[in-house]
């Protein structure tokens, strides 16, 4: 049984920085990679990042390279995010989601992910 859950988010000004956190279970059969994905209400859901679990890998969506920083605790088995320079249209709520064995590493589809959070609020006022 995995369970995925995310925390983290809340209200910022345009600028500031937020920490995202994703917890999964010991008790999980995969840990093969994790993603952070993110939904305005509307528009499809959107690849944010995503870290192979053993080596550490990193992928990014083009568009927030640089700004953002995925990173995971294999010990802790949590998931991070680090935001920086957050902006209004960074606004959504942000998914954790785990890949097992199998999977393509890094995939920016969502099905391509087999557990997901149910989300954390992230917020950024003009």
């Known amino acids: 049984q995995v369970k995925l859950v995310e925390s983290g988010g809340g209200l910022v000004q345009a600028g500031a920085s937020l920490r995202l956190s994703c917890s999964t279970s010991?008790?999980?059969?995969?840990?093969?990679?994790m993603g952070w994905f993110r939904q305005v209400p509307g528009r499809e859901r959107e690849f944010v990042a995503a870290?192979?679990?053993?080596?550490?890998?990193?992928y990014y969506a083009d568009s927030l390279k640089g700004r953002f920083t995925i990173s995971r605790d294999k010990s802790k088995l949590t998931m991070y995010l680090q935001m920086n320079s957050l902006k209004p249209e960074d606004t959504a709520v942000y998914y954790c989601?785990?890949?097992?064995?199998?999977?393509?590493?890094?995939?920016?589809?969502?099905?391509?992910?087999?557990?997901w959070g149910q989300g954390t609020q992230v917020t950024v006022s003009s």
């Open positions: 010991e008790s999980s059969d995969g840990h093969y990679a």
């Open positions: 870290i192979s679990w053993n080596a550490g890998n990193t």
């Open positions: 989601a785990e890949a097992l064995i199998g999977r393509i590493v890094g995939a920016k589809i969502a099905s391509e992910y087999d557990y």
